[in-house]
């Protein structure tokens, strides 16, 4: 074996991907992709529990989330567990807001509203960034990372200032989940004006900041 390694952490995330999806299967939340639309992105059943647990501990009322597909599924359906709450999930491609507008179940249509925006570009902080310039105005209290594809916009700048740009109209129980996207996460860190606690989990590829 040339990667022992590789191949032991490749053993855990496939492992990871199986308890999730039977804690989901459990609790009823993995038919909700049984679907043909899901393949053009299967679920991620590590990032689909960890959206619902998030969401489910933290009770937010608000969540942007940048970019659609399964979450968008979840964060509605855990926010219709809480009784309350509202996503506004965010696309910068027609084709893909419309794809994830044919499978959102009736029940949780209420709970999401879906929008396009541009992308913006410009400096913060020493560094080149780009930003949503079509943004809902709600005061989030978590905000999800996961759009868009910077390759479709920029070949240079990989970094997204989303998530430290709402921080100032956002309650204090802000809070941001980001999909693997380290230059968006160091960038995100390294501005942010408030206090959080950091989680990194590197076998499943995400990043939270919650308040301190």
């Known amino acids: 074996m040339r990667h022992p390694t590789r191949a032991l952490e490749n053993d855990k995330r496939d492992w990871g991907a ?12 993995a038919a909700m992709f049984n679907m043909p639309h899901a393949v053009l992105y299967p679920p991620d059943w590590a990032d689909l529990l960890n959206i619902y647990e998030l969401v489910r501990r933290r009770k937010p009322k608000v969540v942007i989330e940048f970019g659609s597909g399964c979450s968008t599924l979840m964060f509605a359906r855990a926010l219709a567990d809480n009784g309350s709450g509202h996503l506004y999930s965010i696309e910068t491609s027609e084709h893909f807001k419309k794809y994830t507008e044919s499978y959102i ?6 709970c999401i509203t879906m929008s396009l925006s541009g992308i913006a570009f410009g400096e913060f902080g020493g560094k080149k960034v780009m930003w949503h310039d079509t943004v809902p105005v709600v005061a989030p209290n978590l905000v999800y990372l996961d759009g868009p594809d910077y390759q479709d916009f920029s070949s240079e700048v990989e970094i997204q200032a989303d998530g430290v740009l709402l921080e100032e109209k956002a309650p204090s129980d802000y809070a941001i989940l980001i999909d693997g996207r380290l230059k968006p996460f160091a960038f995100t860190k390294a501005n942010l004006k408030r206090h959080y606690a950091v989680k990194v989990n590197r076998l499943h590829f995400w990043e939270l900041l919650e308040p301190a």
Do not use: W
């Open 18 to 29: 199986f308890l999730a999806k039977r804690k989901l299967r459990k609790r009823g939340l």
């Open 105 to 110: 179940p009736a029940d949780l249509k209420p």
